[in-house]
C-alpha cells in the first residue's frame, strides 16, 4: 500500500528536543522529494522543510530554520525532522507530504504526529 | 515571500448549487519556461489530512468527480465545485509550489446550507 506514516510526537517541555519519522512505504522512496508540513490547533497549513531524493538539498522555512534539520534515509524509506528549542508556538500536528520534485504539489499525505509543547 | 489570499473564508451554499472559492497570490505563478501555473487547491475534512483536488491551477487528481474544477492563472485563482454533495463539506486550501517557502492560503471553510 502507498502510504506515509508519521510517529515521534509528544508532549514535551518548552526548550526541549524532538525528532519526528516518517516511514514511507509502497513506492519508489529516492525518486520523491519530502516535506513536512504543519497544522496548528485549529489553523491552517505552514510548509515546515523539504529535502530532495538524495539529501543533497534541503531547505527550511524561515521562521524555524535554525532550529531544524531534516534528513531521510533512503535504505529505510524514512524522513526524518529533529526539532530543537521547541516553544509553545511549535505546537502542531506535524504531516510529512510527497512531492515529485522541488516545486511540485504533494499528492500523498500522512495522517500526522502530534507536537505539544507546554510546561 | 508569495502571500497567498483566499476568500471568502467560510461559504454555506445549497446541496446541488455551485461553490466558488478564489485564491489570489501576491506574484505569479506562472512559469513562462513551461507555461504551467504553480497551483494546487487541497481538500481537507475534519480528522484527515489534506488530499490534492487540482494541481497546475487546472488538473484534476485522479479519482477526483468532475464536478470539481480549477481555472485562473498568473495570480487569479479559482475553485468551482457544481452540483454540491454532502460529502464536499471541508476546508479547502490553496497552496503556491512555485517558489520556497511554499505557502498556503487561510482555508475556506464549506458547509451545507
Known amino acids: 500500500e502507498v502510504q506515509l506514516v508519521e510517529s515521534g510526537g509528544a508532549l514535551i517541555q518548552p526548550g526541549g528536543s524532538l525528532r519526528l519519522s516518517c516511514a514511507a512505504s509502497?513506492?519508489?522512496?529516492?525518486?520523491?522529494?519530502m516535506n513536512w508540513v504543519r497544522q496548528a490547533p485549529g489553523k491552517g497549513l505552514m510548509w515546515v522543510a523539504r529535502?530532495?531524493?538524495?539529501?543533497?538539498?534541503?531547505y527550511y522555512a524561515d521562521s524555524m530554520k535554525r532550529r531544524l534539520t531534516i534528513s531521510r534515509d533512503n535504505t529505510r524509506q524514512m524522513v526524518y525532522l529533529q526539532m530543537n528549542g521547541l516553544r509553545s508556538e511549535d505546537t502542531a500536528l506535524y504531516f510529512c507530504a510527497r512531492g515529485h520534485g522541488e516545486n511540485w504539489y504533494y499528492d500523498l499525505w500522512g495522517r500526522g504526529t502530534q507536537v505539544t509543547v507546554s510546561s | 515571500d508569495i502571500v497567498m489570499t483566499q476568500s471568502p473564508d467560510s461559504l454555506v451554499v445549497s446541496l446541488g448549487e455551485r461553490a466558488t472559492i478564489n485564491c489570489k497570490s501576491s506574484?505569479?505563478?506562472?512559469?513562462?519556461?513551461?507555461?504551467?501555473?504553480?497551483l494546487a487547491w487541497y481538500q481537507q475534512k475534519p480528522g484527515q489530512p489534506p488530499k490534492v483536488v487540482i494541481s497546475w491551477a487546472s488538473t484534476r487528481e485522479s479519482g477526483i468527480p468532475d464536478r470539481f474544477s480549477g481555472s485562473g492563472s498568473e495570480t487569479d485563482f479559482t475553485l468551482t465545485i457544481n452540483n454540491l454533495q454532502a460529502e464536499d463539506v471541508a476546508v479547502y486550501y490553496c497552496h503556491q509550489y512555485y517558489t520556497a517557502p511554499y505557502t498556503f492560503g487561510q482555508g475556506t471553510k464549506l458547509e451545507i446550507k
Open positions: 509502497g513506492f519508489t522512496f529516492s525518486d520523491y522529494w
Open positions: 506574484q505569479s505563478l506562472l512559469y513562462s519556461f513551461n507555461n504551467k501555473n504553480y
Open positions: 529535502i530532495n531524493g538524495d539529501a543533497s538539498s534541503t
